[in-house]
């Protein structure tokens, strides 16, 4: 039979064995608690970026530049409020803020808005004179009301009003509609002055309408027909 010491002896050595095991099953469980842990972590984040999105796609294209004018305004009108508490003017306040650069890039963008590329037909013509008279107009409120009182009912005229040659337009009026038909007689004079005539040039048309033909083929043809004209004059054309 085995003595007193060496069963002390055996477990002993037992004792050490079983901890290194509970302490490698302990490191297996806690690192197995922080895989599950980062799972749902990554589940919960997965699952917010996918409602994000969903929220994204539902909104209009234009949200995001909605969004952007809608945040300038709110600083606008806060900078606003802020001048208006020193007793500043805005308007000057922000002309400070603009760089040289910033200012030239807006108006070679406003020159862009509304180019004039000359006379391209009588419908432009027509509406840019037309653009260009309104912005003119100044309305006198003082005459608008004065004549709306005078005038009555028939201010506002129905299917069944006769206001024909009731309307006498003033001095100021008159004056101001002269001026501006002065002023466009004068511009239109430029633009539709005669040519001078070259006594040298070759006689190839019929009449003033037949000359301007021939002038404006000329002008988009004339270097494609240039070689068949001298061939004609030299009389060597085939």
Request: aromatic share 8%; charged share 40%.
């Given at each position: 039979?085995?003595?007193?010491?060496?069963?002390?002896?055996a477990v002993?050595?037992?004792?050490?064995?079983?901890?290194?095991?509970?302490q490698k099953?302990?490191?297996r469980?806690?690192k197995?608690?922080?895989l599950?842990l980062?799972?749902?972590e990554?589940?919960?984040?997965?699952?917010?970026e996918?409602?994000?999105e969903d929220?994204?796609?539902?909104?209009?294209?234009n949200?995001?530049?909605?969004?952007?004018?809608?945040?300038?305004?709110?600083?606008?009108?806060?900078?606003k409020k802020?001048?208006?508490?020193r007793?500043?003017?805005?308007?000057?306040v922000?002309?400070?803020e603009?760089?040289?650069?910033?200012?030239?890039?807006?108006?070679r963008?406003?020159k862009?808005?509304?180019?004039?590329?000359g006379?391209a037909?009588?419908?432009e013509?027509?509406?840019?004179?037309?653009?260009?008279?309104?912005?003119?107009?100044?309305?006198?409120?003082e005459?608008?009301d004065?004549?709306?009182?005078?005038?009555?009912?028939?201010?506002?005229?129905?299917s069944?009003?006769?206001?024909?040659?009731?309307h006498?337009?003033?001095?100021?009026?008159?004056?101001?509609?002269v001026?501006?038909?002065?002023?466009?007689?004068?511009?239109?004079?430029k633009?539709?002055?005669?040519?001078?005539?070259?006594?040298d040039?070759?006689?190839?048309y019929i009449?003033?309408?037949n000359?301007?033909?021939?002038?404006k083929?000329?002008?988009?043809?004339?270097?494609?027909?240039?070689?068949?004209?001298?061939?004609l004059?030299?009389?060597?054309?085939?």
């Amino acid at each position: 039979m085995a003595s007193v010491s060496e069963q002390e002896s055996a477990v002993t050595d037992v004792e050490p064995v079983e901890t290194l095991a509970s302490q490698k099953r302990e490191a297996r469980l806690r690192k197995f608690k922080e895989l599950h842990l980062k799972r749902n972590e990554a589940h919960r984040l997965n699952h917010q970026e996918v409602a994000e999105e969903d929220k994204k796609l539902k909104l209009p294209s234009n949200w995001e530049a909605k969004k952007a004018r809608l945040q300038w305004e709110l600083e606008e009108n806060e900078k606003k409020k802020e001048c208006a508490a020193r007793g500043e003017d805005y308007d000057r306040v922000k002309l400070l803020e603009v760089t040289a650069s910033d200012a030239e890039r807006w108006q070679r963008k406003k020159k862009k808005k509304n180019p004039d590329t000359g006379f391209a037909g009588y419908a432009e013509a027509q509406l840019r004179q037309y653009q260009r008279l309104t912005k003119q107009i100044k309305p006198n409120m003082e005459a608008y009301d004065k004549q709306r009182e005078e005038s009555g009912e028939d201010f506002y005229p129905t299917s069944n009003t006769l206001i024909h040659g009731t309307h006498v337009p003033t001095k100021e009026g008159i004056d101001r509609m002269v001026e501006d038909v002065e002023k466009q007689i004068e511009k239109r004079s430029k633009y539709s002055r005669r040519r001078a005539y070259n006594d040298d040039a070759d006689i190839d048309y019929i009449n003033e309408r037949n000359a301007k033909f021939n002038q404006k083929a000329e002008r988009f043809y004339g270097k494609y027909t240039a070689e068949i004209k001298q061939n004609l004059e030299r009389g060597t054309a085939v």
